[in-house]
């Protein structure tokens, strides 16, 4: 399995025509923009140091938001479609007007309203008309959307979802011969792939019949974003397996049960959204997220839990202080890193890590 | 409900609280040293202090005689009123801490718990209050609801999430979409539908059934308080304004607290009356208005006094704020004939649920209302919508107004970050380039 770059693939599509748009975190209806022939190209933690960005916000901004300013400041000319900023947090959505109404990119700026908290009737007909809307607002300058492309876009998405239902389950019971990292860089490969060629990649991974024996230390992950390759580099070099995630980035982008083929585009799509996992930017109560994480942890077989939090990600550290409460009270061991997203694993981490993973092989032994 | 927690709700706030009230008057006070910059204060002063000392004593009786409610101040409060709950402001009450200079302590409380110490202060104060049940306003209930609405941030949300369970209790959250470019005709019926949504829930929270006539008339009085608050604030523009925008972030809080009540209102009509004729006799709220400004963003509570004081000394005064207009700004869309729509398109507009260059024209029209000279923004850590865009936004206004204009980096409760030395010389390099640019 070779992952492609993510620059080069991006450099290579847009030598190819190919139109594509800045996506920032994190959910929005990527089937919408597949048809209309234009490839998201998601902004989570582009490589770089913050430079211009510290000129238009504080230092106590997350470096999620500071990172993806940075990039756009930077204009790059592969991003010929503009930028979408779904509604995630306080700082993306005042980032985007910001961008929009005082920066003053000449690149088209979409937003995208992601409802919270109560999901109800009137949430879901509201989540419809925002599809609709940010459909039409598409429409305007890539003219009418073609509601077969759609419904391939859809179709595209399913097998999709689909087949990374099996690939977790697969991953959870030892049945995937992949590395952290490799486990990783698939699942992000989905930030900037067109879907048929990442469809073909999820092709070439290969589920064993049966379970592999192995010996690995197994943790679950949650936060943001994924620990970086360093660290994962790092686990896999200590033999240990992340085998369930409860990542914004990962799997709280999957719906957490296998649905049905799409029937008709927006109400898949709305389906969809309303069958992701608990997340915080979704604003499910703690006690939601709280039994989806204990689940997942029996499921996976987990020994322990690494939170990766972003440094300044409120909508997260809310929900930390009681997800870090309840799973001690299950008796779960737990380690809290805290990430700016720099490059880079420092001997500290290392150590702490080494601490928490021989704390949870001593808990095996004994 | 139970009869004699009613009997003494009722006795204690026709007799007890006003009894109390006088016996406060007769307590004697030390006098605070007050420059002489200022200019005589405010009557109604007395009359707020009144009313927010009445409203946190006869919180502790409201157990029992009525339901209570914890709700964030941007939250359409009109409707639980309708359902006569006992609401309580934990965004107000963190202030008040701040105010007393004990945010930290709070908060402390609440990191010890394992908040972290990156989250808004208003939260960790009142977590800390939550976990530890102190209080400087003797006691305050437990909620039976929490009711909160996205409209000023996404992070009331995930507070109340933390309280709802902690105390194993109902949150009914109004989820108010941000209004990226303008509010869509769906975005209203999105709000005006799950308002509707609210009344099965608060019928059975709260035991009573909804009263619509009852609704309209809470709706008008509230309507009636901003209106008033608003023209309170427009009485700024003369000069010398009649008081300084740090009198008015106390005398906001009946409009947060208190709105859709008879108390607001009827406090408005006094302080309209005072300020009005404050302006008709030409007192000023500093003996020597020179300068006047315009604060942005929410207030730093523990530094009020040192802030009023530092400014009147330099014969400026803050005339306007978009923290105190808040209150003010979008109330003319309230129609007791479209209750719902018009609910949805006042607190679904409202500043901080707007987008910048909504704020950025806002901002220009106050500063030429209000004849401004110059601008102080905070910078809140505590406060992700306010803050986001400011540097932006100074740059702008500066760039085409010519305003000169100065960032303080603070915090609305947490008086750990307050960092004196540091904060006075920008202050002091900001006054003089207003003076050097008023020469020119």
Redesign the interface.
């Known amino acids: 399995m070779i992952i492609p770059n993510r620059s080069e693939y991006l450099k290579q599509q847009a030598r190819n025509g190919q139109k594509i748009m800045g996506v920032l975190p994190a959910l929005y209806p990527r089937e919408l923009l597949w048809a209309f022939d234009i490839l998201p190209a998601e902004i989570w933690d582009p490589p770089g140091d913050i430079l211009q960005a510290n000129a238009h916000l504080q230092t106590t901004i997350c470096p999620v938001v500071k990172q993806g300013l940075e990039f756009i400041l930077k204009d790059p000319e592969i991003v010929t479609a503009g930028y979408l900023f779904p509604h995630t947090c306080d700082s993306l959505q005042n980032l985007a007007t910001q961008v929009k109404d005082l920066i003053g990119i000449s690149a088209p700026v979409y937003t995208f309203y992601n409802p919270k908290g109560a999901f109800r009737q009137a949430t879901r007909n509201y989540y419809q008309d925002v599809l609709r809307e940010l459909q039409t607002t598409l429409e305007q300058l890539h003219g009418p959307c073609d509601p077969e492309k759609l419904q391939t876009a859809c179709q595209l998405g399913f097998k999709i979802d689909t087949r990374w239902n099996e690939l977790q389950k697969a991953w959870m019971s030892d049945q995937l011969p992949v590395t952290n990292q490799e486990y990783f860089g698939l699942m992000r490969a989905l930030e900037y792939m067109q879907p048929a060629d990442y469809l073909e990649l999820l092709d070439q991974v290969t589920v064993q019949d049966q379970t592999v024996i192995r010996n690995d230390t197994r943790l679950l992950v949650s936060g943001i974003l994924p620990p970086d390759i360093e660290t994962l580099s790092f686990l896999d070099e200590l033999k240990v397996r992340i085998v369930a995630d409860d990542l914004l980035a990962g799997s709280r982008r999957i719906p957490i049960v296998c649905m049905d083929p799409p029937y008709d585009p927006m109400e898949h799509l709305t389906d969809r959204f309303f069958m992701l996992p608990p997340c915080s930017t979704r604003a499910n109560s703690l006690a939601e997220r709280s039994h989806y994480l204990k689940t997942l942890i029996a499921k996976s077989d987990a020994q322990g839990v690494l939170f990766n939090i972003v440094k300044f990600c409120e909508p997260e550290l809310f929900d930390h202080q009681f997800l870090v409460k309840s799973l001690k009270s299950a008796g779960l061991p737990l380690l809290n890193l805290e990430t700016e997203l720099q490059p880079g694993l420092s001997g500290q981490t290392k150590t702490r890590i080494e601490a928490f993973i021989e704390m949870l092989d001593d808990q095996v032994t004994a | 409900m139970s009869i004699s927690a009613r009997l003494k709700y009722s006795f204690m706030k026709d007799i007890g609280a006003p009894a109390l009230m006088s016996l406060k008057d007769l307590k004697p006070r030390r006098a605070r040293a007050v420059s002489k910059a200022f200019g005589p204060p405010l009557q109604s002063n007395k009359r707020l202090k009144e009313i927010l000392s009445r409203h946190y004593f006869l919180a502790r009786y409201a157990p029992g005689a009525k339901q209570v409610a914890w709700v964030t101040s941007g939250a359409p409060v009109e409707l639980l009123r309708t359902f006569d709950f006992y609401t309580i402001y934990p965004e107000n009450h963190s202030a008040l801490i701040g105010a007393k200079k004990q945010g930290a302590d709070y908060c402390a409380i609440a990191e010890s718990?394992?908040?972290?110490q990156?989250?808004?202060s208003y939260?960790r104060i009142d977590l800390g209050h939550l976990l530890s049940g102190k209080t400087p306003a003797g006691k305050l209930p437990k909620p039976d609801l929490l009711f909160c609405s996205?409209n000023i941030?996404?992070?009331v949300?995930?507070?109340y999430?933390?309280i709802?369970?902690e105390l194993n209790i109902p949150?009914?959250?109004f989820?108010a979409?941000?209004v990226?470019?303008e509010q869509?005709q769906?975005d209203v019926?999105?709000m005006a539908?799950?308002l509707q949504?609210m009344i099965p829930i608060l019928e059975q929270v709260s035991g009573k059934v909804f009263d619509l006539k009852q609704f309209e008339i809470i709706l008008k009085r509230s309507q009636n308080s901003s209106m008033t608050w608003g023209r309170v604030l427009e009485c700024m523009q003369s000069k010398p304004a009649p008081m300084t925008i740090f009198d008015a972030f106390g005398h906001l809080a009946p409009v947060v607290s208190l709105r859709g009540l008879p108390v607001a209102q009827d406090y408005y009509n006094i302080l309209l009356e005072e300020v009005e004729d404050r302006v008709t006799k030409g007192i000023g709220a500093i003996t020597n208005e020179r300068y006047r400004l315009i604060w942005d963003n929410i207030a730093v509570w523990y530094k009020v006094r040192f802030l009023a004081t530092f400014f009147a000394e330099r014969n400026m005064n803050f005339v306007t704020a978009t923290y105190t207009n808040a209150w003010a700004e979008t109330t003319g869309f309230l129609d007791v004939k479209d209750p719902w729509s018009s609910m949805a398109k006042t607190y679904g507009q409202i500043i901080l649920n707007n987008?910048?260059?909504h704020r950025?024209g806002l901002m220009k029209k106050m500063i030429r209302n209000f004849s401004v000279d110059g601008m102080v923004m905070h910078?809140t850590?505590s406060c992700?919508?306010y803050?986001?865009?400011?540097?932006?936004?100074r740059?702008?206004l500066s760039t085409e107004l010519n305003l000169p204009a100065v960032i303080l980096?603070a915090d609305i409760a947490d008086e750990r970050v307050w960092s004196e030395q540091q904060i006075q010389t920008r202050l002091e390099a900001f006054c003089e380039t207003l003076e050097d640019t008023s020469l020119v």
């Open positions: 718990a394992g908040f972290s990156d989250l808004c939260a996205n941030c996404q992070t949300l995930y507070w999430k933390a709802a369970q949150l009914i959250h989820d979409p941000f990226a470019i869509s769906h019926r999105y539908q799950q949504d987008n910048l260059k950025l910078s850590r992700k919508p803050s986001v865009g400011q540097f932006d936004l740059k702008a980096d």
